[in-house]
């Protein structure tokens, strides 16, 4: 009898033993759904943190579209300052009446060049750019029209006479015979600015006293040479790239074109 029950319990003993270790490696194995869960979740953090390298990416260049246009703007504004730079009239300021330096503020309203001597004559015109505009306007037509190039009329070829109409555009004196031809022109002005330079170019080309390029002094100027105005003034280079190198230091190079000028007057 009590063999018996030994062995029963010695039995019972050694079931439990070989049930543990199975349940054991049971419990230890995730489920194909546990498994399945596992991996969703792990795509779906993947797919946040994309979204958000993305979100990021997109925020980096819509931030960066603007500071372009920006740059764009800006080098845009220079260059029409500096095109119009060598015919703005006056060497005071319009407001204060004091000489413009180094330091004198250019800038742009409705796309001319204006220039002052402090920031606070900025602000001034600014806000009521009309009056000032009337007085730049008046003293562009007061220095360009002694050396005015044409005869004519640009839109109708008739003769200007004495009630000739006087029209600044941009920064130049463009002249009319009268008002419809001044109306006909502001439709498309670009044929009639096209024909004042060319006679601007025709006007001082036979006496233009360089036989030589003004940026390379080695290079003749022959029939291939390029004709350019700076503001209403001739300046001849041998080819377009030194134009580009001319407009880095311009005055250096007008002082040498005027040298050349006046040893020419004395010749």
Known sequence: MNMRISLTLVGALMST???LPTFARASSTP???????GQD????????????EQGGEKEKKDGEAPKRDAAKTDGNEEMRIAAQMPLYPLDVCVISGEALGADSKNFLVEGRLV????????????????ATMKKIDEAIVR???????MEKCPVSGDALGEGAVDVVQGSRLVRFCSEKCVAEFKKEP?????????AYIASQKKAYPLTHCLVMADDTLN??????????????FCCKKCINEFRKS???????LDEAASAAKKN
């Open 143 to 149: 220095k360009q029209k002694p050396a005015y190039p």
């Open 250 to 256: 311009p005055e250096k190079y007008i002082a040498k």
């Open 115 to 130: 220039r002052t001597c402090c920031a606070r004559c900025e602000a001034k015109i600014k806000a009521d750019p009309a």
């Open 17 to 19: 033993v070989l049930v």
């Open 223 to 236: 029939d291939d040479a390029v004709d350019y105005l700076y503001g209403t003034r001739l300046v001849r």
């Open 41 to 52: 979740k792990g795509a779906q953090d993947k797919g946040g943190e994309k979204k958000r």
């Open 190 to 198: 670009e044929a009639s600015m096209k024909k004042l330079e060319t």
């Open 31 to 37: 489920s194909a759904a546990a498994q399945q869960a």
